[in-house]
């Protein structure tokens, strides 16, 4: 995270309301890091006309009122803000949480398919997805539905050429180089190779999405025994 310099950073405008501040090209933990502290920063000092900041992989958006602050004035603010947080530069602290998936069959109907395409057995598949340990680089798609860095590239997956029309909440699924979790009922075209009953929205919590940038994952392998009591229970929930 030291490495990177203000001059680094490119600002441009997205409309009349926000500035995107972008840090880096390529996806990378450190990059992560530095977003995670710029938004902890913005959360502990925010500024008047400031309304919202959205993280993305590799950049900030920050939204503010127009008719209060000129872009100028903003780039110039998030500018300060940068040298201060680059000049004590700390890891965030993330929540650690593990999501029980019940793999294949009737929830996973694409487990197959990922194991084809990765010349591997399904039980070496799963075992590959459930070793490694994710982070939440962003939430976005649809609400609550995070975007997960870590999968092993030997089980990584084209998306279907076809979406489906309706993938149930708790699908967990493969594409490219990535792994997420379908956290509303809603279309996709991600290879599915499980699902869990854990909800990762849902509008009646204090915080409706479970999942934010920073945490780290785990997937655990449960039977489809253990699913129906985990569904039943409201596990995680």
């Given amino acids: ?24 090209e390529e996806i990378s933990n450190a990059t ?42 903003v780039q110039a603010h998030l500018e300060e803000m940068l040298a201060e947080v680059m000049a004590r530069p700390e890891k965030p602290v993330s929540r650690f949480v593990e999501i029980p998936v019940v793999y294949g069959g009737i929830w996973g109907p694409d487990l197959d398919i990922v194991a084809s395409h990765a010349n591997l057995d399904t039980a070496e598949v799963i075992r590959l997805h459930t070793e490694a340990e994710y982070l939440v680089h962003m939430i976005g798609f649809a609400p609550g539905f995070p975007y997960l860095g870590g999968l092993n590239e030997k089980i990584a997956a084209p998306r279907k050429e076809i979406p489906r029309a309706k ?59 253990e699913f129906d009591v985990n569904e039943k229970t409201g596990y995680g929930n």
């Avoid at 995270?1 to 880096?24: C, K």
């Avoid at 710029?38 to 006309?49: A, K, P, Q, T």
């Fill in 1 to 24: 995270m030291n490495e990177l310099q203000i001059r680094d950073v490119r600002f441009y405008p997205l409309g009349d309301t926000a500035i995107v501040a972008r840090f880096a």
């Fill in 32 to 73: 992560h890091d530095l977003i995670q502290s710029v938004c902890n920063y913005l959360e502990e000092y925010s500024f008047d006309g400031f309304t919202e900041y959205v993280p993305a992989f590799t950049t900030v958006t920050i939204f503010y009122e127009p008719m209060t602050l000129s872009y100028q004035s």
């Fill in 167 to 225: 993938i149930l909440a708790g699908s967990v699924g493969i594409a490219g180089k990535q792994t997420g979790i379908y956290p509303i009922a809603t279309p996709g075209g991600w290879q599915i190779i499980g699902r869990t009953a854990v909800r990762l929205f849902d509008v009646k919590r204090q915080e409706p999405s479970l999942l934010r940038a920073g945490d780290r994952i785990r997937f655990v392998p449960v039977t489809q025994a």
